[in-house]
C-alpha cells in the first residue's frame, strides 16, 4: 500500500525530503532488527521512496537541490537508507548513487562552482597532533568554527562550501558517539555515502575532460582539482578517526571501521583515476604533505592495532589504505616501512588477501626501483623494535609463506645492479653474526640468506666475485654456525648445514664460468678448513663419516636388499626406517649431500677431460670422485626413507619453516637431473613409487597435509618438465613401477591407481621394450581383468571405469611398440582378445571414452596380429575366432551400438593398412595372405550384420550413427578391395537413397556427420560408387548437403574431401555433370560463398 501511495504521491522534492524522508527513516530507526536481513517489505518502502525523491529531483531548483542533499539532515538518512538496500542489487546501488551525482555533481549547475570556490585553491593541513591532543569537545569545536572562519576570508565564497561545512558538522560529533546513539549512526552513515560523492566528482570531472580537446586523459588542473576535493571532503574523516585512534577509552568499532573504510575506498579512487602522481607540478610539496599526515596516522593506527584485537573487516581497511599509499607513492611509508611490514606479516594468518598483496607490493615497488635492500634492512629492524621472540619471528616467517612474495625476492635478487650484490651480501653475513644468540631471529635471517644465494644468477662478469663471497661466507657466517659443542641437536648446526649446502651450490655454478679451475684444490675447498683457521668444523670430512658410518651399518644393507620387497608385500604402504642420524639434521645433511653431488658431477667432468685413456681407471681421480657420489645418492636416498613415502609429514620441532623442506623427497626431486647419472635401478624404482605416491595424492582426504600438498606440485612440476621424459634411468622402469603401483594400489585405493594410471597412458614417452614385451602386456592385462571384476560389482564407479580407460591406453601404447620373442606364448594374445572384446560389449561400456580406449587397444592387437603373421598365424586366426562370437551366428543378427563401435573401429583399421598395402604378408606354412584372410573374415561380417544395420539406419534414429558408420567402413572395403559382390552394390544404392531421408529430417549433428562420413568414404572409390549410384545423384547429393551446411555456416570437411575426391577422378563428362547438378541447385538460393568455394 505504501507503494502505491508513493508512487502517486504529488508534492515538492523540498517537502518529500523533510517530511517523507524523515518519516522513513524514523519508521527504520523505530524497528530496529538485523540491518544485514531487513524484511522485504521495509527494502520495498525504501526503494519507493528513494525512486519518489529522484524523480522529483528533474524539477527542483539546482541551487536549493544541492542545499538539501548536502545538509546535515538529508546526508545521514541517505546514507541509513543505502545500508537498508541489499548490496547484492546493482540498481539499487545504482539509485543511491544517481540521486548524490545528480544533486550535487549536476555537470552545468554545480561543477563550475567547484572550480572557482576559494577552498579548492588550497590544501588543507590535518591537524594530527592537535586532534590527538583535545581533552574536550569543546576545545575541539572552538577549533574547527576557527578553521570555517579562515575559509570565509576567502575571495570568492559558493554555496558548494556547504557539503564541506555539513560534514565538518556531522563528524564534530564522533567523540561523543558512544553517548550518543544518533550521533554514531549518523557519524556512520555519513561516512559511508563519502566514498560515492568522491566518486561521483571524480567522474564528473572525467566526463568534462573526456568532452574538451585532449581526448580523454586527464589534465594536470583536472587532477588538483579532484585531489583538493578529496582533501577537503576527507579532512573531517580524518581529524576524527586519528582522535579517536589516540583516544584509548573511547573506542567504538563499528564507527571506527565506518571511518577507515571511508578513508581506504577514498584512497583508492585518488589512485585509480590518478588524482595525484609524483610527476605532478607540486612546487611547496602541499599535495605531498597533506597525504604524508595521512600517513603518519595510518602508521599510528597500526601501532594501535599491534596492542589491540581488532576485527577482520578493520585490519582489511587499514591495509588496504596503506596499499594504496604505497602505490600512490613509496615516499609516504619509506620511513615507517619496518612497522608497516611487521603489521602486514601478523594479518597474513587471515583469510584475505589484501596483506599478501600489500607485502607483494612492497616488494615489487622496491625491486623496481632497484632499492630491495631498503625493504631488508626494514625486516630486520621490525625484529629490532619488537622483542625478538618467538612470536615475532612467526610472524616474520609468514612472508616466506607468500609465495608470489618469495618469487618477486628472487626475481629483485637476479636483476639487481652487480655492485648491490655484495651489498647485500654483507648485510645478511652481518645479520647473521649479530643475531647469533637469538635463535628465532637467526632462523628468518638465514633463510632469508638462502633465497638471496638460490636466486642470483652466475655470469662471466661476476662469477669470480661470487666465489670470493662464497667462502668469504664459509669463514664467518658458517664458521659462526658451525661453532657449536653439542653437534646433535644444536639448531645452529642445522642452519649452518642449510646454507653450506646452498653456498655449495652457487660456488659450483661460479666455478663453471672460471676458466683453469683446478678440480680438487678449487671445488672442494670450499667445504674444508683452511690452513690458517682450524676452529671451524671440517664439513666435508663431516658428511663423509656420517655417509660412510651410515653406509656401513647393518641397517644401511638391510634396508638396500629387502626394502623393495617389504614395499610391495605389504600392497604398497610405506615404512619408515631407523637411519641413525639425528631427527633435526636428516633434512640439512641431504641437502647438503645433494649439492656435493651436483659439485662432484662438474669435477669429474673436468677430470675426464684432463686424464688420458692409457691411466687406470681404477685409480684415477674421476673414479674417486664418482665413488663418493654414488655413496652420497645412496646416502641420500637412505634419509629420504627414515619416513614413510605417502607420510603426511609434519613440521620441524622448532616450528619455523626451515628450508631443508619438512619433506625429505621434495630435494631429491629437485636435483634428479645431477643424481641419476649415479644412480642404479634401485634408487630409481625407489623414486617412481614416490613420484606415483605424491601425484595420486591429489585431493586426496587422507593426505591434505601442507607437505603433501608441497610434494604433489613438486611431482607435477616434474610432469611439465621436458628434460624429464629425456631422463634415460628414469624413464625405463617408468611403465613398470607404474602398472605395479597402480596394481598394489587397485583394492584399496582406486583413486591413486586410477591417478597413477592415467599419467602412465598420457605421458608424451614412447615405450620401447628391447626383447620381450609380454612381461609387461600380462600385467597389464592382468590389473584390466581385475578392475572389469570389479566394475561389473559397482555399475556406477567412474573411478574404476578411468582405471579402465587408461589400462586400455597404456595396452595400446604398448602394443604398438611391442616386441615378442621367438616361441612367445601365443595364449596370452588370445586371452587378451577374448577379454577386451568380451568385456567392452557389455552393457557396462556405454561411456564413449571407455569405448574408445577399448577399440584402439583391439585394433593395435590386430595389428601386431598381422606383423607376427608371417611367424604365427594362429594370432590372426584366434582374433578373428574371438570377434566372430561378438557378433552371433545368425545371417541377420541385431548388435548393440558397443559391438558396433568395435566392429567399425577393426574395418576401419584394415582399411587403413589395406591402403597402405601392409595385407600382403604370406606365412610360410600357410598358401593365405592376411589379405585373403581379412577378405574373408570381412565378408562374413557383412553378411551377418548387414540386414540388422539397415533396419536400424532405415528408422532415421539418431541413435543409428555408429551403425551407420559401420555400414560404411564395410561398404568401403568393398569398394577399395574391388570385391565382386552384386548385393552389396545393391546395398550401397539403397542406403545412398535413405541419405536424402535421414538429412531431410533433420537429426541431430551426430547423424549428420556419419552421412558426410559415408560419402566422404565412398566418394574414395568413384569408380565403384558410379556402378552403383547414377553420377549426377552422387553429385546433386554432395551438393544439396554442402549447400545446406553452409547456409547454416557450419564446416564440412568431409563433405569438402568427397567433392574434391571426385573431381579428382572424373573426366570432362564427370565436371559437366558437376556444373549441371550446380546450376539446378539455383533455385535453393545458395549463397555467394558456396558457390565460390563450390567452383
Not at 79 to 92: E, I, N, Q, W, Y
Not at 478 to 483: G, R, S
Not at 1032 to 1057: C, H, N, R, W, Y
Request: glycine fraction near 4%; hydrophobic fraction near 40%; charged fraction near 20%.
Amino acid at each position: 500500500t505504501f507503494v502505491h501511495l508513493v508512487q502517486r504521491y504529488k508534492s515538492s522534492f523540498d517537502t518529500v525530503c523533510k517530511t517523507l524522508l524523515s518519516d522513513v527513516d524514523s519508521l527504520l530507526s523505530n524497528n530496529q532488527t538485523d540491518t544485514t536481513t531487513r524484511p522485504p517489505h521495509q527494502v520495498a518502502v525504501v526503494q519507493a521512496t528513494l525512486k519518489k525523491i529522484h524523480k522529483l529531483m528533474e524539477n527542483a531548483n539546482p541551487k536549493r537541490l544541492f542545499t538539501i542533499v548536502g545538509s546535515t539532515d538529508v546526508l545521514p538518512r541517505l546514507g541509513r537508507l543505502s545500508m537498508v538496500l541489499p548490496s547484492s542489487s546493482l540498481d539499487d546501488e545504482k539509485l543511491i548513487q544517481n540521486i548524490l551525482w545528480d544533486g550535487l555533481f549536476h555537470p552545468v549547475h554545480h561543477m563550475d562552482g567547484f572550480r572557482t570556490m576559494s577552498e579548492m585553491k588550497v590544501v588543507p593541513k590535518v591537524e594530527v597532533a592537535a586532534a590527538a591532543e583535545a581533552a574536550t569537545v569543546e576545545k575541539d569545536g572552538e577549533k574547527k568554527a576557527k578553521k570555517d572562519e579562515d575559509k570565509k576570508g576567502g575571495n570568492k565564497t559558493c554555496f558548494q562550501a556547504g557539503l564541506f561545512q555539513s560534514v565538518q558538522t556531522l563528524l564534530s560529533s564522533v567523540t561523543a558517539s558512544v553517548e550518543d546513539g544518533n550521533g554514531k549512526d549518523d557519524v556512520i552513515a555519513t561516512a559511508k555515502l563519502l566514498p560515492g560523492i568522491v566518486h561521483g566528482f571524480f567522474e564528473r570531472v572525467q566526463e568534462h575532460t573526456t568532452q574538451s580537446k585532449n581526448g580523454g586523459a586527464t589534465t594536470e588542473a583536472d587532477a588538483k582539482l579532484q585531489f583538493r576535493f578529496w582533501c577537503h571532503l576527507i579532512l573531517p574523516v580524518l581529524e576524527a578517526l586519528f582522535s579517536r585512534k589516540h583516544q584509548n577509552g573511547n573506542n567504538d568499532d563499528d564507527v571506527d571501521n565506518a571511518l577507515m573504510d571511508a578513508v581506504s575506498q577514498t584512497l583508492g579512487l585518488v589512485l585509480q583515476y590518478d588524482a595525484y602522481l609524483p610527476s605532478y607540478n607540486d612546487p611547496d610539496e602541499e599535495h605531498l604533505t597533506y597525504l604524508q599526515s595521512v600517513a603518519d596516522g595510518l602508521v599510528r593506527c597500526v601501532d594501535g592495532s599491534n596492542n589491540n584485537t581488532k576485527t577482520d573487516n578493520d585490519n582489511y581497511a587499514l591495509v588496504t589504505s596503506l596499499c594504496n599509499l604505497i602505490l600512490l607513492n613509496h615516499r609516504l611509508l619509506h620511513g615507517k616501512l619496518s612497522t608497516v611490514t611487521y603489521y602486514t606479516c601478523a594479518c597474513l594468518p587471515q583469510k584475505n588477501q589484501e596483506p599478501n598483496k600489500l607485502l607483494f607490493t612492497i616488494v615489487k615497488t622496491y625491486r623496481e626501483l632497484r632499492a630491495i635492500g631498503d625493504f631488508l634492512t626494514a625486516t630486520r629492524e621490525a625484529f629490532t623494535k619488537t622483542a625478538a621472540s618467538q612470536e615475532s619471528a612467526d610472524t616474520m616467517n609468514n612472508i616466506l609463506l607468500c609465495n608470489n612474495v618469495v618469487d618477486s625476492l628472487a626475481l629483485a635478487y637476479q636483476s639487481c645492479p652487480s655492485g648491490q650484490l655484495q651489498e647485500m651480501w654483507n648485510f645478511f653475513g652481518g645479520w647473521i653474526v649479530d643475531s647469533i644468540s637469538t635463535t628465532p631471529e637467526l632462523s628468518f635471517a638465514v633463510q632469508m640468506f638462502i633465497i638471496f644465494v638460490k636466486s642470483i644468477r652466475s655470469d662471466k662478469q661476476n662469477s669470480l666475485g661470487l666465489r670470493g663471497l662464497c667462502e668469504f661466507s664459509m669463514n664467518s657466517s658458517i664458521a659462526k654456525l658451525l661453532d657449536s659443542s653439542d653437534i646433535e641437536s644444536s639448531i645452529h648446526m642445522r642452519l649452518g648445514f642449510d646454507l653450506c649446502g646452498w653456498l655449495v651450490e652457487l660456488h659450483s655454478r661460479s666455478c663453471f664460468w672460471v676458466d683453469n679451475v683446478s678440480v680438487d684444490g678449487e671445488s672442494s675447498f670450499l667445504l674444508t678448513t683452511s690452513k690458517d683457521d682450524k676452529s671451524r668444523l671440517n664439513v666435508l670430512s663431516y658428511l663423509h663419516n656420517t655417509a660412510e658410518t651410515a653406509a656401513a651399518s647393518e641397517g644401511f644393507s638391510l634396508w638396500k636388499k629387502s626394502f623393495l620387497g617389504a614395499y610391495w608385500q605389504s600392497g604398497g604402504v610405506g615404512t619408515e626406517v631407523d637411519i641413525g642420524v639425528h631427527t633435526s639434521l636428516r633434512g640439512s645433511l641431504q641437502r647438503l649431500a645433494l649439492h656435493r653431488i651436483h659439485q662432484l658431477h662438474s669435477m669429474i667432468y673436468y677430470c675426464n677431460l684432463e686424464e688420458s685413456d692409457e691411466q687406470d681407471s681404477k685409480d684415477s681421480q674421476s673414479t674417486v670422485l664418482t665413488r663418493e657420489a654414488k655413496m652420497l645418492v645412496d646416502f641420500s636416498f637412505y634419509i629420504a626413507c627414515s619416513e614413510a613415502i605417502g607420510a603426511a609429514g609434519s613440521e620441524t620441532e622448532e616450528g619455523d619453516l626451515a628450508l631443508s623442506s619438512a619433506s625429505l623427497w621434495i630435494p631429491i626431486a629437485q636435483s634428479l637431473p645431477i643424481w641419476s647419472h649415479y644412480s642404479e635401478h634401485f634408487h630409481s624404482e625407489l623414486f617412481l613409487i614416490w613420484f606415483y605416491t605424491s601425484i595420486s595424492s591429489a585431493n586426496s582426504s587422507r593426505n591434505c597435509s601442507h607437505t603433501s600438498r608441497r610434494e604433489y606440485a613438486t611431482s607435477i612440476a616434474l610432469t611439465r618438465d621436458a628434460s624429464f621424459y629425456d631422463n634415460d634411468k628414469i624413464m625405463t622402469p617408468l611403465m613398470h613401477v607404474g602398472v605395479k603401483f597402480a596394481t598394489h594400489k587397485s583394492n584399496d585405493d582406486v583413486e591413486a591407481s586410477s591417478k597413477a594410471l592415467s599419467f602412465i597412458s598420457s605421458a608424451p614417452v614412447e615405450f620401447i621394450e628391447s626383447s620381450d614385451s609380454t612381461k609387461i602386456l600380462a600385467k597389464i592385462l592382468d590389473l584390466d581383468v581385475h578392475t572389469t571384476a570389479t566394475l561389473r560389482q559397482s555399475q556406477n564407479d567412474q573411478l574404476v571405469k578411468q582405471v579402465l580407460c587408461s589400462t586400455r591406453s597404456i595396452l595400446a601404447r604398448v602394443l604398438s611398440v611391442a616386441m615378442l620373442p621367438s616361441g612367445f606364448d601365443t595364449s596370452l594374445f588370445a586371452k587378451m582378445t577374448h577379454h577386451l572384446l568380451s568385456s567392452s560389449s557389455d552393457d557396462i561400456g556405454c561411456d564413449m571414452i571407455y569405448l574408445s580406449a577399448s577399440s584402439d587397444s583391439i585394433n593395435e592387437c590386430l595389428s601386431l596380429c598381422i606383423d607376427y603373421y608371417e611367424k604365427d598365424d594362429t594370432l590372426l586366426q584366434d582374433f578373428f575366432s574371438q570377434l566372430s562370437n561378438l557378433i552371433g551366428d545368425g545371417p541377420s543378427s541385431e548388435i548393440s551400438s558397443s559391438k558396433a563401435f568395435l566392429l567399425r573401429g577393426v574395418i576401419r583399421k584394415l582399411n587403413a593398412l589395406n591402403r597402405h598395402h601392409s595385407l600382403a604378408k604370406r606365412n610360410a606354412t600357410n598358401s593365405k595372405s592376411v589379405y585373403d584372410v581379412c577378405t574373408e573374415k570381412v565378408l562374413t561380417i557383412y553378411e551377418r550384420t548387414w540386414r540388422g544395420l539397415f533396419r536400424k539406419i532405415s528408422k532415421v534414429h539418431s541413435s543409428a550413427c555408429v551403425e551407420l558408420l559401420l555400414a560404411s567402413e564395410l561398404l568401403s572395403f568393398h569398394a577399395n578391395c574391388a570385391v565382386k559382390n552384386a548385393e552389396a552394390k545393391e546395398n550401397v544404392a539403397e542406403l545412398f537413397e535413405n541419405l536424402a531421408n535421414i538429412q531431410d529430417s533433420s537429426p541431430e549433428a551426430d547423424m549428420i556427420t556419419a552421412c558426410n562420413y559415408f560419402l566422404s568414404v565412398m566418394a574414395a572409390a568413384p569408380d565403384y560408387l558410379f556402378e552403383c549410384v547414377a553420377q549426377e545423384k552422387v553429385f546433386e547429393q554432395i551438393l544439396g548437403a554442402m549447400s545446406s551446411s553452409s547456409s547454416s555456416q557450419t564446416a564440412t570437411p568431409l563433405l569438402d574431401a568427397a567433392f574434391c575426391s571426385l573431381i579428382r577422378h572424373t573426366d570432362i563428362d564427370g565436371l559437366n555433370t558437376a556444373t549441371t547438378a550446380l546450376i539446378k541447385g539455383k533455385s535453393k538460393r545458395q549463397s555467394s560463398v558456396f558457390l565460390v568455394k563450390t567452383f
